[in-house]
C-alpha cells in the first residue's frame, strides 16, 4: 500500500510539473521587453515556421519553439492571416497569438505629396503596403479605371489629394483607389466647388492650373497673387507662357534657366506654343495652393518675373514694358552668377 501511494505521489509531481510546463508554454512571458510596442508584418502564404522565425529574427520573441507548439495547440497554424500587426512587451503565447488569430491589424500610414508624375505616385503611395508600385500604376492607368473615375492618363494625378492617410498592410490596390477617390471627392466640397465654377474649371483643371502655380514659387503668400496672372491670361486667351510646364515637357528637371531652345520644344504640355492649361498636371500640388488658386488674388497682373536677390520673391507687371525691366534685371543677375542653363 505504500509503494502505491509512493506512485500516486510522484505521478501527481510529474502531473503538476507538467501542468506548470504547460501553463508556462501559454501564459508565461514570450514576447521581450526591449520595447513598449512592436510593429511586424505577416506575408501572405506564411508558414507557422517562417512566421516564428520572424518574430524572433526581429526580437519579439523569447521562445521560438514554445511559440510554434501554443501556436498549434491553438490551430493559428491553420489560419495565419497576413497583416501589419502589434505585439505589446511581455505578452505571453496566448495573448500574442489571439492578436494574430483575430486579424485585427495596426494601420500603416500611407503618405504622398511633392511627387511629379503617376510613376512617382506609383512608387511613394505603396511603401508602406504589400501592393507593389508596378501593379498600382497599371491598375491607375488602365483604361477601365480611367473611364471608372472619369479621369485621362495625363489627369488621373489629381484623383489623388495629397496627404496622408491610414490604411491597412494588405489593402488590395482596388480599395486603395476607392479609397483615394473617397477623400478626394470630401476634399471638392460645395463651397470648393463652386468656386471652380466660377472660374469656368473643372476641378481637375484646378489642380492642374495650382501645379503650375506650386512650380513657380515657394512663397506661400504669393501663390494667390500668381494664380490671378494665369487666370487674367486664361481670361484674354493669352498664352499662359509658363516656364514649369516647358521644364516639364522637355524632361529635364534639372533645367534652371529656360532658353529659346527649350521653348520651341514641341508638346502639348508647352504653354509657349499651345493655348490654355497642358493636358494634366506637372506636379501634385499641396492642398494650400489648390485653395490659392480657387481664393487667387484679383489684380491686374499679366506677368511676373523672379526678382534678382535670391529671395524666391517675384516682381509683377501689368504690361510688356514693364515686365521687360523685371525681365532685363534678372537676366542680367543670371548672367553675372555664371547660370547659363
Not at 505578452?91 to 511633392?114: M, Y
Request: one cysteine or more; aromatic letters at 10%.
Amino acid at each position: 500500500m505504500k509503494k502505491f501511494f509512493s506512485i500516486i505521489l510522484v505521478l501527481a509531481i510529474l502531473a503538476a510539473i507538467a501542468g506548470a510546463v504547460i501553463y508556462n508554454k501559454i501564459w508565461g512571458v514570450n514576447v521581450a521587453d526591449a520595447q513598449e510596442e512592436y510593429t511586424f508584418t505577416i506575408r501572405e502564404g506564411m508558414t507557422i515556421e517562417e512566421v516564428s522565425t520572424e518574430l524572433l529574427d526581429q526580437g519579439i520573441l523569447i521562445d521560438k519553439a514554445n511559440f510554434e507548439q501554443v501556436a498549434k495547440w491553438m490551430k493559428y497554424d491553420q489560419t495565419i492571416k497576413p497583416g501589419r500587426f502589434k505585439a505589446k512587451k511581455n505578452w505571453s503565447n496566448r495573448a500574442l497569438i489571439s492578436a494574430l488569430r483575430s486579424g485585427v491589424q495596426s494601420p500603416v500610414s500611407v503618405t504622398f505629396n511633392s511627387l511629379r508624375t503617376v510613376e512617382d505616385l506609383s512608387g511613394r503611395i505603396t511603401r508602406n503596403i504589400q501592393v507593389d508600385s508596378l501593379s498600382f500604376l497599371a491598375y491607375i492607368t488602365d483604361t477601365n479605371t480611367l473611364q471608372k473615375y472619369g479621369k485621362t492618363r495625363e489627369n488621373i494625378l489629381s484623383l489623388f489629394t495629397p496627404n496622408t492617410y491610414e490604411a491597412f498592410w494588405n489593402t488590395s490596390v482596388e480599395s486603395l483607389v476607392k479609397r483615394m477617390h473617397k477623400e478626394t471627392d470630401k476634399f471638392w466640397n460645395a463651397t470648393r466647388l463652386e468656386k471652380a465654377k466660377s472660374l469656368n474649371l473643372s476641378p481637375e483643371e484646378v489642380y492642374t492650373l495650382a501645379s503650375i502655380v506650386e512650380k513657380e514659387t515657394l512663397v506661400k503668400k504669393e501663390k494667390p497673387r500668381i494664380a490671378g496672372v494665369y487666370i487674367n491670361r486664361l481670361k484674354r486667351g493669352m498664352l499662359l507662357q509658363a516656364d514649369p510646364t516647358v521644364v516639364f515637357a522637355v524632361g529635364d528637371f534639372g533645367i534652371r534657366r529656360v532658353l529659346n531652345k527649350h521653348l520651341a520644344y514641341d508638346s502639348p504640355y508647352n504653354t509657349y506654343k499651345y493655348s490654355g492649361l497642358p493636358p494634366g498636371p506637372i506636379f501634385m500640388p499641396d492642398i494650400g495652393t489648390i485653395d490659392a488658386v480657387l481664393n487667387y488674388e484679383k489684380h491686374d497682373y499679366i506677368f511676373f518675373c523672379a526678382k534678382p536677390d535670391n529671395s524666391g520673391l517675384h516682381a509683377f507687371a501689368k504690361n510688356n514694358s514693364g515686365h521687360a525691366k523685371n525681365a532685363n534685371k534678372y537676366r542680367a543677375w543670371l548672367n553675372k552668377r555664371g547660370i547659363k542653363k
